[in-house]
């Protein structure tokens, strides 16, 4: 089914650990974000891209990196993993036309120990 | 910069009972407007959206919305809501000049649903 596929869907890390999360889409959408998604604030960027090679930062950028190398998949990499990150991550892809509203992933519940 | 403020964090409605959610946008000119819907453990759905012309969108599920520029408002509603309505809602902006910039969503109302 085409669509936005985000693994893992639950993973407990320690502090300290790293890991990527997985976003791939096969719509051949050109743009991908991250957004992660916290009780009482609603969904907060981390970080977009609007095409493969071409990545920028969202609201609350720090401890995350991202990088394009094709259209189809955008992973988010946890550095040095925080409590602070503990959340419910969403992908989302859209075609690079004004007005297109995004497609989103099922999520990844992220807790970090 | 665009923003959306969604005033109520919490609504609880009587199945049958009509619903309306409200949103309120921040946009020098008329932005792209949306609601989605996001069932418990799921990701996020595109309910409808609005860009220009008829101010009265219809959406999937027996949703609507108004677009109201005097009140930079797009309130969601239904008629007569289901018991699988319950979820959270999430109206979000986008700007019509670029199709690189980011959506902004507002922090979400979630809606329950009772017998």
Partial sequence: ?113 | AQSVTQPDIHITVSEGASLELRCNYSYGATPYLFWYVQSPGQGLQLLLKYFSGDTLVQGIKGFEAEFKRSQSSFNLRKPSVHWSDAAEYFCAVGDPTSGNTPLVFGKGTRLSVIA
Avoid at chain 1, 6 to 11: A, G, L, R, S
Avoid at chain 1, 43 to 58: E, F, M, N, P
Avoid at chain 1, 81 to 98: E, G, K, W
Wanted: overall charge neutral; some cysteine; hydrophobic content about 30%.
């Fill in chain 1, 1 to 113: 089914n085409a669509g936005v596929t985000q693994t893992p869907k639950f993973q407990v890390l320690k502090t300290g650990q790293s890991m990527t999360l997985q976003c791939a889409q096969d719509m051949n959408h050109e743009y991908m974000s991250w957004y992660r998604q916290d009780p009482g604030m609603g969904l907060r960027l981390i970080h977009y891209s609007v095409g493969a090679g071409i990545t920028d930062q969202g609201e609350v950028p720090n401890g995350y990196n991202v990088s394009r190398s094709t259209t189809e998949d955008f992973p988010l990499r946890l550095l040095s993993a925080a409590p602070s990150q503990t959340s419910v991550y969403f992908c989302a892809s859209r075609r690079a036309i004004s007005g297109e509203g995004y497609t989103f992933g099922s999520g990844t519940r992220l807790t970090v120990v």
